[in-house]
């Protein structure tokens, strides 16, 4: 198989072809959105579990109870597309990867907001099963697939890996690595698993359901779940354009109502979540209901918390699930992922990380506002088992590699 790179050049080329197109230094001139009463939900996707909440909100009627008009949510396959459909104004409701709006805003002058967390935890490093691959200090000398650069997964990968002394390099698969290096490359994550499988990589770090899907169909093994890492990591967040929303306050705020109405119900019924998502439900992703309740109820330390082999979960006295549900998007965790950025090794000038005033830049990006409402909306915070009632909007981040 082809391993194509899906690279940060490749976004950067397409953003620049798109703002030439609509002929400005800004990718979103305001009048092209129309007014309030006129506007319909236009919903993109990458076909994995991060998008659950977007997905629910649709297959169970919650955008329609809120009257709020939307078209069916559309798949891509790439972050580079969902991004740049996304910038192009194809979309005004989607899921990012944290680190991408960070890039867009702060890098490209992009009014992207980040809404709400969309999930928490959901992905895993996961190895061959027949490799000898137990934890990141195995990962010496080896070749690993990520998602894209900016995302959560390299940041995360890359904090295991320095833990154990290793250090993350971006060259060609063919060059010769030290014992010391581990080469990190771009693959989409539905061509990880068959990657893995022919012994093209010897480990990915990816959202589900194609960490379940490798376990499923050749028998790979989860080294270790990102959220037994950080502990109820935010992922992938609702994005919005700003120029969208903010003159549609009415009608974001229904969208956003019924976002968590989603995050609530899967929280509640993980195995309807499942079945609907499915290819045998509402077709939402091409996977099977069996492999979906996998992602949704299979994290228990009999299977991953053995000694002999991979030790996936180590701290099961976090209780927290494979993939969780929270919307309240926490300044905290903003921060640590906007310092983490600027010591995670990625393709391309990342100059701009170091201009950053992280305190100032945590507040620009995000609009709490709809989602504070939203959540008192379904019952408060008590209804979210991550979120402490007593201090409800913040929180302090727990990390132990």
Not at 221 to 242: A, L
Request: a positive charge; charged letters at 20%.
């Amino acid at each position: 198989m082809s391993l194509k790179k899906t690279t940060r050049r490749e976004f950067i080329k397409d953003a620049a072809k798109t703002a030439s197109v609509i002929g400005g230094a800004s990718l979103f001139p305001g009048p092209v959105f129309g007014k309030e009463k006129d506007s319909v939900l236009k919903i993109g996707y990458l076909p994995i579990t991060d998008a659950a909440p977007l997905l629910i909100a649709h297959g169970m009627g919650f955008f329609k109870d809120e009257g709020v008009k939307t078209h069916a949510p559309v798949r891509v396959r790439t972050w580079s597309t969902l991004a740049e459909s996304f910038l192009t104004g194809k979309f005004n409701l989607t899921h990012l990867l944290l680190p991408i709006p960070v890039w867009m805003r702060f890098n490209s002058n992009a009014p992207v907001k980040i809404m709400a967390w969309d999930h928490t935890n959901g992905s895993a490093v996961t190895v061959s099963g027949n490799s000898n691959i137990t934890s990141f200090a195995d990962l010496g000398g080896k070749q690993v697939a990520v998602p894209y650069w900016y995302s959560m997964h390299n940041i995360i990968l890359q904090m295991g890996l320095r833990e154990v002394g290793l250090k993350p390099v971006i060259q060609n698969q063919a060059a010769s690595l030290a014992p010391d290096q581990v080469n990190l490359f771009i693959l989409p994550p539905s061509e990880m698993p068959a990657a893995l499988a022919g012994r093209k990589i010897d480990a990915f770090i990816v959202a589900e359901p194609f960490n379940a899907i490798s376990e499923m169909k050749i028998r790979a093994k989860i080294m270790r779940f990102t959220g037994d890492i950080w502990k109820n990591h935010p992922c992938c967040v609702v994005v919005m354009n700003e120029n969208f929303y903010k003159p549609r306050p009415v009608f974001t705020q229904k969208v956003i109502n019924a976002v968590v109405r989603a995050q609530l119900w899967a929280s509640e019924n993980p195995e309807k979540a499942a079945k609907l998502l499915s290819r045998g439900g509402k077709g939402y992703l091409p996977v099977s209901e069996e492999t979906l309740k996998r992602v949704f109820l299979k994290y228990d330390q009999g299977t991953y918390g053995r000694k002999l082999g991979p030790q996936a979960i180590k701290h099961p006295e976090w209780d927290v699930s494979r993939i969780g549900f929270q919307p309240y998007p926490y300044p905290s965790a903003t921060r640590f992922i906007m310092s983490a950025m600027s010591m995670t090794v990625m393709e391309g000038n990342t100059g701009f990380l170091k201009k950053l005033n992280i305190d100032n830049a945590v507040k620009d990006i995000v609009d709490d506002t709809f989602v504070k409402k939203a959540i008192d909306a379904v019952g408060g915070p008590k209804k979210f088992s991550m979120i402490d009632i007593e201090k409800p909007w913040n929180r302090e981040e727990v990390i132990e590699v």
